[in-house]
Each structure stands twice: as structure tokens, then as C-alpha cells.
T-cell receptor, first 114, second 114 residues
Framework: DVKVTQSSRYLVKRTGEKVFLECVQDMDHENMFWYRQDPGLGLRLIYFSYDVKMKEKGDIPEGYSVSREKKERFSLILESASTNQTSMYLC?????????????FGPGTRLLVL | DQQVKQNSPSLSVQEGRISILNCDYTNSMFDYFLWYKKYPAEGPTFLISISSIKDKNEDGRFTVFLNKSAKHLSLHIVPSQPGDSAVYFCAARKVTSGTYKYIFGTGTRLKVLA
């Protein structure tokens, strides 16, 4: 079974703090993704990566950056946390095979920025 | 610009009856559609998918129908069970930057009443 783990389930940070969210997958997947989930807005893509050291902006990259130094690990960085970044953050990974590609999600990190 | 829409935020169904969840999309370049199920405090899990070249895919109690001309897909669950109570997200895939990007709907909360 594919396993995607996220470093924290719950996190409380103060405005202006630098926040690191870590994601690790154990199935040698090429693609990794960071989403945030907000009520009424569904899942919105922040950044994704299709290879080590490669990254692409998603739909809402402002205020975020990412790092992928190793294939299994994809980090989301909030350079200076703000209250509007309070959200559920979900990491996902997938293979690059064309057919029947699905994403596997981690359990999520609920971040509260005070 | 919401490219994938789930217009019903919630749905209640009696146990044993059919649940029909709907999803509309606007981009004709989507080549693959997926449904995910999400329980509280967990990440979404893949449920069923369909290629844009098909109009139906069935897996046990779950069937997804795709109407390309109407840009509409639906998920049928028959018979519905209390354990099906969750939030369901539809997602559409498109090729971007040489890899795949997924656009999610806002979700429909299904409640199956015993």
C-alpha cells in the first residue's frame, strides 16, 4: 500500500513565523502535490513537483514556496505565516504512468495561524 | 474561475437507496476524471475514475457516468450504506508542463441515513 505521511496533524503558529510542512511518500512516485482545503472551496493546488528539484506553481502559490531535494520528500514552506493561511494542508503523490493515474493523499495537517 | 463544479454541497439518502452525486466541468481538455471520498480528519482516498474516451465505469456498488457533450459526470452508489457517509470530491485531470494537474470540485457531503 502506498503511504503518504505528513509531519504534523495539527500545528499552531503565530503571524510572521516561518512554517515548514513536510511530506514523505514511500512508493517511489515521481509526482508530488500540495493542496489546501477550505470550506466551500474544495482542494486548491498550491505547488506540485514532477521530479527532484523541479517545481511548478499551482493555482494559489502566493505566500508559499516548496522544496524537493529528494524524490520521497516534498516540503511546503510558509515564509511568513498569515492568518489567511489557516487551513487544512494536504500532500499527495502519484506515478507518472499515463493510464489510471491516481493521487494518494496524506492525512493532512491542520494549521492554525494566530 | 471554477473549472470543476459540484453544485450540491450536501445530500441525504436513505440506506439501501441510490446516491447520485453530480459534477460539471468547463474545460474540454480534461482527459481523465476521478472521484475521491474523504472522511473527517483523513486525507481523500481514491474511489473510481473514468477516461474521457469512455462513458461509464463500474466498480462494485460505484458507477461513474460521463456525458462529454454536456460536460457532466455523476457518481452512483447503489445500494447506499451508512459507511458511505463522507465528503465526495470530483477531480479532472489535464496535461500541463509535461505532467498532470488535477482540478478539484468543492465537494458534496453525503449522509446515508440508517
Amino acid at each position: 500500500d502506498v503511504k503518504v505521511t505528513q509531519s504534523s496533524r495539527y500545528l499552531v503558529k503565530r503571524t510572521g513565523e516561518k512554517v515548514f510542512l513536510e511530506c514523505v511518500q514511500d512508493m517511489d512516485h515521481e509526482n508530488m502535490f500540495w493542496y489546501r482545503q477550505d470550506p466551500g472551496l474544495g482542494l486548491r493546488l498550491i505547488y506540485f513537483s514532477y521530479d527532484v528539484k523541479m517545481k511548478e506553481k499551482g493555482d494559489i502559490p502566493e505566500g508559499y514556496s516548496v522544496s524537493r531535494e529528494k524524490k520521497e520528500r516534498f516540503s511546503l514552506i510558509l515564509e511568513s505565516a498569515s492568518t489567511n493561511q489557516t487551513s487544512m494542508y494536504l500532500c499527495a503523490s502519484s506515478l507518472s504512468r499515463r493510464e489510471k493515474e491516481t493521487q494518494y493523499f496524506g492525512p493532512g495537517t491542520r494549521l492554525l495561524v494566530l | 474561475d471554477q473549472q470543476v463544479k459540484q453544485n450540491s454541497p450536501s445530500l441525504s439518502v436513505q440506506e439501501g437507496r441510490i446516491s447520485i452525486l453530480n459534477c460539471d466541468y468547463t474545460n474540454s481538455m480534461f482527459d481523465y476524471f476521478l472521484w475521491y471520498k474523504k472522511y473527517p480528519a483523513e486525507g481523500p482516498t481514491f474511489l473510481i475514475s473514468i477516461s474521457s474516451i469512455k462513458d461509464k465505469n463500474e466498480d462494485g456498488r460505484f458507477t461513474v457516468f460521463l456525458n462529454k457533450s454536456a460536460k457532466h459526470l455523476s457518481l452512483h452508489i447503489v445500494p447506499s450504506q451508512p459507511g458511505d457517509s463522507a465528503v465526495y470530491f470530483c477531480a479532472a485531470r489535464k496535461v500541463t508542463s509535461g505532467t498532470y494537474k488535477y482540478i478539484f470540485g468543492t465537494g458534496t457531503r453525503l449522509k446515508v441515513l440508517a
